[in-house]
């Protein structure tokens, strides 16, 4: 029996979807709410404001694509549901980005972890930059409702052998680590949800708010990439969209959206950049500004018994040994986590080419990979990046600071020293010019005395924050605590853009809480207006 | 060599003259050498230098195995959003010509009439450039042949890697 769509299945019993590439002709359309993006902010806001009554169109710049579209393999995953294919990359190159572009966002294909904001990133918030509301006990019932609305729980069965690995190696050093909740529901255990969940089992946005929406009567309008925010005084009137093919590339078609209410959800690096084409009033030049990533530096081991990295639950453990041990604002941590591994995704963020690479290809089989998430925002020569417009679109600058490097030194120590106790006969730190290392002696000499350096050593991330902070100092950002714009009556932010600095945990479901929080406050004000 | 001929010479360099395609003979790789507007013919030179080892040992595997890793370049690069795209194109159009072979790698000799060794040099020395154009070039092209040759599951035995199966047993 074949797997049930239930995107085509809906399509089939008469949602509103319009495929903007399919238009020849330019279109006005008018809701309650037009709401930027689907995926886990969009997400959210959308089914929360259907279930108030208001009438709702989401705007998503990439393709509809669904279970029967996900085929488990890389090249097509990739151009499909990435942005730039996977391939984009911070403006020197030196970084990275993986960041989902189809409807679900980067929900549709996230390795599906699911972390409360931790609580010391909410106390630096409410005392550094002036937010108010949200502190964990004021959250914790709103994680609770995503929780309980995407199946978010802790995985009951066997980590696979790479996340194993992690636990084994905190174990035998007395280490930090927790077993991760995850969205799925009938969750088959095979590994491939960064290529879109083949069996509809990873409660992304695709598969639960963004349908839910349609069934109350949303309209879905993909492949239309919104290219201005029109307005005047402090009022929005119009989004402006333009028609793009599924490489993003322009076609000749407009569409104008119009509504009481305008929720940007683009996520970090496109609602920044929407904001600044349309030129919206920034008194303090903040937009843009302190955007950030969690750059991750990758460490290889080799183990003589194999790990098949690809195949089962991406990610089931990770150790939060040492993200917050020099407090928020001290020396920068970082949390331990793994990667699916997968082919292109490891031939090319490992390094070199020719005979050496492909020997590394041939332990394909044996490679565990552990990764570390450096916690950037807090310590005062860690302040993020920049998106900056270009001629075709835009760049995030995004410079890796002293303070980054003194962090991945001691990430790739602590890397190599939980891969050997974990039992790993190599550790190879991906970074130019480090050899295979064969005991933790040898690794801790030759990391504290390694190159670091942009382009040397590999700096990858797959979370985009900040660039649109909240907070109620409008010296320090561009929409209050609940996501409401200083500037508009009638724009809100609901995306990871809001965050005042990185999290230091994987984004989701503190994108999913606190937009539940604010879009539930939002329905309740358009009610009564 | 007058300076004006050298020059004018650098100037209309084309594509062959840099690749050395006239001294070249290729029933090896599938490319128009008239039609060569996608750097087949590059990228014919690059590919089995960057996956020395990675090809199939046996001639007609190892040749259907570069076709389709040029394919599969030639489809990543219409994906590239416009910046990136201009950004390869400069490299790999300095490449094709006489003068950016002689900027990029200090010799103006044909990518196409240098050995092996020469090439893995000349790629050593982008790598471990203190230049970051240079790394950048490097590492771009080193990206997009690896992405391209590990896409094709036709390129997998060697890693034990298959995707599962239960999709088609469902069918």
């Given at each position: 029996?074949?797997?049930?769509?239930?995107?085509?299945?809906?399509?089939?019993?008469?949602?509103?979807?319009?495929?903007?590439?399919?238009?020849?002709?330019?279109?006005?359309?008018?809701?309650?709410?037009?709401?930027?993006?689907?995926?886990?902010?969009?997400?959210?806001?959308?089914?929360?404001?259907?279930?108030?009554?208001?009438?709702?169109?989401?705007?998503?710049?990439?393709?509809?694509?669904?279970?029967?579209?996900?085929?488990m393999?890389e090249?097509?995953a990739y151009?499909?549901l990435y942005?730039?294919?996977a391939g984009m990359?911070?403006?020197?190159?030196?970084i990275g980005i993986f960041q989902g572009?189809?409807?679900?966002?980067s929900t549709t294909v996230n390795w599906t972890t699911s972390i409360?904001?931790?609580?010391?990133?909410?106390?630096?918030?409410?005392?550094?930059?002036?937010?108010?509301?949200?502190?964990?006990?004021?959250?914790?019932?709103?994680?609770?409702?995503?929780?309980?609305?995407?199946?978010?729980?802790?995985w009951?069965?066997?980590p696979n052998r790479n996340n194993q690995a992690l636990k084994?190696g905190c174990?035998?050093?007395?280490?930090?680590y927790t077993?991760i909740?995850r969205?799925?529901?009938?969750?088959?255990n095979t590994g491939y949800c960064g290529m879109g969940c083949?069996?509809?089992?990873k409660?992304?946005?695709?598969?639960?708010?963004?349908?839910?929406?349609?069934?109350?009567?949303?309209?879905?309008?993909?492949?239309?990439?919104?290219?201005?925010?029109?307005?005047?005084?402090?009022?929005?009137?119009?989004?402006?969209?333009?028609?793009?093919?599924?490489?993003?590339?322009?076609?000749?078609?407009?569409?104008?959206?119009?509504?009481?209410?305008?929720?940007?959800?683009?996520?970090?690096?496109?609602?920044?950049?929407?904001?600044?084409?349309?030129?919206?009033?920034?008194?303090?030049?903040?937009?843009?500004?302190?955007?950030?990533l969690h750059p991750t530096l990758l460490s290889g081991a080799v183990f003589?018994?194999p790990v098949n990295g690809h195949s089962g639950a991406p990610q089931s453990i990770y150790s939060d040994?040492?993200?917050?041990?020099?407090?928020?604002?001290?020396?920068?941590?970082f949390k331990l986590e793994v990667p699916p591994i997968h082919p292109i995704l490891i031939a090319s963020k490992t390094l070199?080419?020719?005979?050496?690479?492909?020997?590394l290809m041939?332990k394909f089989n044996q490679l565990q990979v552990t990764i570390a998430l450096v916690?950037?925002?807090?310590?005062?020569?860690?302040?993020?990046?920049?998106?900056?417009?270009?001629?075709?679109?835009?760049?995030?600058?995004?410079?890796?600071?002293?303070?980054?490097?003194?962090?991945a030194?001691?990430a790739f120590?602590s890397m190599a020293?939980l891969q050997?106790?974990a039992?790993a006969?190599?550790v190879l730190p991906i970074s130019?010019?480090?050899?295979?290392?064969?005991?933790?002696?040898?690794?801790?000499?030759?990391?504290?005395?390694?190159?670091?350096?942009?382009?040397?050593t590999v700096v990858a991330s797959a979370h985009v924050?900040?660039?649109?902070?909240?907070?109620?100092?409008?010296?320090?950002?561009?929409?209050?605590?609940?996501?409401?714009?200083?500037?508009?009556?009638?724009?809100?932010?609901?995306?990871?853009?809001?965050?005042?600095?990185?999290?230091?945990a994987n984004p989701q479901?503190?994108?999913?809480?606190?937009?539940?929080?604010?879009?539930?406050?939002?329905?309740?004000?358009?009610?009564?207006? | 060599?007058?300076?004006?001929?050298?020059?004018?010479?650098?100037?209309?360099?084309?594509?062959?003259?840099?690749?050395?395609?006239?001294?070249?003979?290729?029933?090896?790789?599938?490319?128009?050498?008239?039609?060569?507007?996608?750097?087949?013919?590059?990228?014919?030179?690059?590919?089995?230098?960057?996956?020395?080892?990675?090809?199939?040992?046996?001639?007609?595997?190892?040749?259907?195995?570069?076709?389709?890793?040029?394919?599969?370049?030639?489809?990543?690069?219409?994906?590239?959003?416009?910046?990136?795209?201009?950004?390869?194109?400069?490299?790999?159009?300095?490449?094709?010509?006489?003068?950016?072979?002689?900027?990029?790698?200090?010799?103006?000799?044909?990518?196409?009439?240098?050995?092996?060794?020469?090439?893995?040099?000349?790629?050593?020395?982008?790598?471990?450039?203190?230049?970051?154009?240079?790394?950048?070039?490097?590492?771009?092209?080193?990206e997009?042949?690896m992405a391209?040759?590990y896409?094709?599951?036709?390129?997998?035995?060697?890693l034990?890697y298959?995707k599962?199966?239960?999709?088609?047993?469902?069918?």
């Amino acid at each position: 029996m074949a797997i049930e769509d239930p995107i085509v299945t809906g399509l089939d019993s008469g949602w509103s979807h319009i495929n903007a590439a399919k238009l020849t002709e330019s279109q006005t359309l008018e809701a309650d709410v037009v709401i930027v993006g689907s995926g886990a902010g969009g997400g959210v806001a959308a089914e929360i404001l259907t279930e108030a009554g208001l009438s709702v169109i989401i705007v998503e710049g990439g393709q509809l694509k669904s279970s029967k579209d996900f085929v488990m393999e890389e090249r097509v995953a990739y151009p499909d549901l990435y942005q730039q294919a996977a391939g984009m990359k911070t403006t020197d190159k030196a970084i990275g980005i993986f960041q989902g572009r189809a409807v679900g966002g980067s929900t549709t294909v996230n390795w599906t972890t699911s972390i409360r904001t931790p609580e010391p990133a909410l106390d630096y918030w409410a005392q550094a930059k002036s937010v108010k509301g949200l502190s964990r006990i004021e959250l914790d019932p709103w994680f609770e409702k995503m929780e309980h609305r995407l199946n978010i729980s802790k995985w009951a069965y066997e980590p696979n052998r790479n996340n194993q690995a992690l636990k084994h190696g905190c174990e035998k050093l007395g280490w930090q680590y927790t077993v991760i909740k995850r969205n799925v529901l009938g969750c088959w255990n095979t590994g491939y949800c960064g290529m879109g969940c083949p069996v509809n089992a990873k409660q992304s946005m695709l598969v639960t708010t963004i349908p839910a929406a349609l069934e109350r009567g949303a309209t879905l309008v993909s492949q239309a990439q919104v290219i201005k925010i029109e307005h005047h005084n402090d009022k929005i009137f119009a989004l402006k969209a333009q028609a793009v093919d599924k490489n993003m590339k322009p076609l000749p078609v407009e569409l104008m959206f119009k509504a009481k209410h305008y929720i940007l959800a683009a996520g970090a690096i496109h609602t920044p950049t929407l904001m600044l084409r349309s030129q919206l009033p920034d008194p303090y030049e903040i937009i843009g500004k302190r955007t950030f990533l969690h750059p991750t530096l990758l460490s290889g081991a080799v183990f003589s018994d194999p790990v098949n990295g690809h195949s089962g639950a991406p990610q089931s453990i990770y150790s939060d040994e040492f993200v917050w041990q020099n407090g928020a604002d001290g020396e920068l941590g970082f949390k331990l986590e793994v990667p699916p591994i997968h082919p292109i995704l490891i031939a090319s963020k490992t390094l070199g080419y020719g005979q050496s690479h492909a020997q590394l290809m041939e332990k394909f089989n044996q490679l565990q990979v552990t990764i570390a998430l450096v916690r950037d925002g807090f310590h005062d020569n860690s302040q993020g990046g920049q998106v900056k417009l270009t001629d075709h679109g835009f760049t995030l600058d995004y410079p890796l600071t002293d303070a980054f490097w003194r962090a991945a030194r001691r990430a790739f120590a602590s890397m190599a020293e939980l891969q050997f106790a974990a039992g790993a006969k190599q550790v190879l730190p991906i970074s130019e010019g480090m050899p295979y290392l064969s005991s933790w002696n040898e690794a801790k000499k030759t990391i504290s005395e390694m190159d670091l350096a942009p382009l040397k050593t590999v700096v990858a991330s797959a979370h985009v924050m900040g660039g649109c902070p909240m907070g109620e100092d409008p010296k320090l950002s561009m929409v209050n605590s609940f996501g409401e714009s200083h500037y508009f009556d009638n724009l809100s932010v609901m995306d990871g853009s809001i965050f005042p600095t990185s999290l230091g945990a994987n984004p989701q479901l503190s994108i999913y809480g606190i937009t539940a929080r604010n879009a539930t406050r939002l329905a309740e004000k358009l009610k009564v207006g | 060599m007058e300076r004006r001929t050298f020059i004018t010479t650098a100037l209309a360099g084309t594509a062959c003259l840099a690749l050395g395609v006239n001294y070249y003979s290729s029933d090896y790789v599938g490319v128009n050498k008239e039609l060569d507007d996608k750097h087949r013919l590059l990228f014919s030179v690059l590919v089995p230098v960057f996956l020395d080892g990675a090809l199939p040992d046996v001639a007609a595997l190892k040749r259907d195995a570069v076709n389709r890793t040029l394919d599969s370049i030639e489809h990543t690069i219409s994906l590239l959003p416009q910046d990136s795209f201009d950004e390869l194109e400069q490299l790999l159009e300095m490449l094709e010509g006489r003068l950016g072979l002689l900027i990029l790698t200090g010799s103006m000799t044909p990518l196409m009439m240098r050995k092996q060794p020469e090439l893995i040099e000349m790629l050593q020395s982008w790598r471990t450039s203190y230049m970051d154009m240079m790394v950048t070039a490097y590492q771009g092209l080193r990206e997009l042949v690896m992405a391209s040759y590990y896409s094709s599951p036709e390129h997998w035995s060697r890693l034990h890697y298959a995707k599962p199966t239960f999709l088609e047993n469902m069918k």
